[in-house]
Every structure is written in C-alpha cells, then in structure tokens.
C-alpha cells in the first residue's frame, strides 16, 4: 500500500523527484537536482542504494499494472476502458519518472570518479526494461484478443510468444541486475 501511494503521490507530482546533491562536508543526500562537478568516492554506495529503491518501486509498478489488467479484463465484455485508461496513465507516468531517475544515477556513475562497469550495467538494464514494458503492453492486448474470441487459435498462439518473451526478457534483467550487484558489491 505504501508503494502504491507513493506511485500515485509520484504521478501527480506530489512527491518531489529526489536527485543526488553533493553537499559541503555532508556526503551525499537528497536534493532538488544534480549538481555538476567530480562525484565523491563514497557516492557510489549510495548511488547504487537508491538504485535498488528505485528499482523495487518499478516492480511495484509492473505488479500493480498486471492487477489492473486482470480487474480490467474481468470487467468484460463491456470493459471498464477509463479505469483502465487512467491507470495505464498512472503506471506510465510512474515509469517515466523511475527511468528518468535510474538514468541520472547512470551519468553520475560514468563521472571522473564513478563506476562506468555500473553504468553500463544500468544502460542495458533500461533497454530491457523498455522491452519489458512493450512486451507487457502487447501481451495484454493479445491476452483481451484471446477473451474476446475464444477458440481462435491464433490469439492464443499469440499470448503463448509473448509470454515466452516475456520470460526471456525477465531473464536477462535478472542477469543483468546479477552482474550490477556484483560489481558493485566487489568495490563496495
């Protein structure tokens, strides 16, 4: 519930966007934006903390996104497309807002004295994670496709790849985030 609230307060822009701020003697914190200049070494550890937070809330997401959809599909044949609409609405917001985060944290991490092993890691992370969402997206069309005319092989053919997809997508971010985890713990 606390997550939800915390998407819902995000999308409507009433939890300020916390960014990493370098501030006199202090160590890193959260501000109102970044400020240029060379990244403390002791950062990084924090860097990659709110990383995970960050993380844990896109997941959040996508679970709240699949509940939707079910509630959605469930509301059918006649469907509840506003509701539907405005969450979709919400979660993309929530998403935006996640990787516009996520990719601030990977240009500090390629600073003079950052980790570019880690952002590296945090670029494929986000290439795949767009995969995901597409993915996701197409397979609740087809998964509505295969409701409304049941029987039709082709529509269930359908959400069968893109569930597979789908699991190989998951996969590689579960390597990846294995790969970022390790890293950052071999320094740490």
Known sequence: RQQRARLQRRKRGQVPERRFVRQE???????EGIRPGVMAEDDVPALVRRFYSLQSER?????????GHRAYLRSGPSYDFVRYRQLVHEITQ?????????LQIKGQLEGPRGRADLA???SRLQDKEKEKLKLTA???LAKQNAQ???GVGAHEQEVRELKQKLIQTIEA???ILQDFKYDSEESG
Request: hydrophobic residues 35%.
């Open 120 to 122: 590296q890691h945090l």
């Open 173 to 175: 971010i579960s390597e």
């Open 94 to 102: 929530a998403f935006n807002g996640i990787s516009q985060e996520i």
């Open 59 to 67: 997941v959040e997401a996508y679970r709240l996104f699949e509940e």
């Open 138 to 140: 197409e397979l609740q």
């Open 25 to 31: 003697g202090k160590g890193p914190a959260f501000g």
């Open 148 to 150: 409304d005319h049941p």
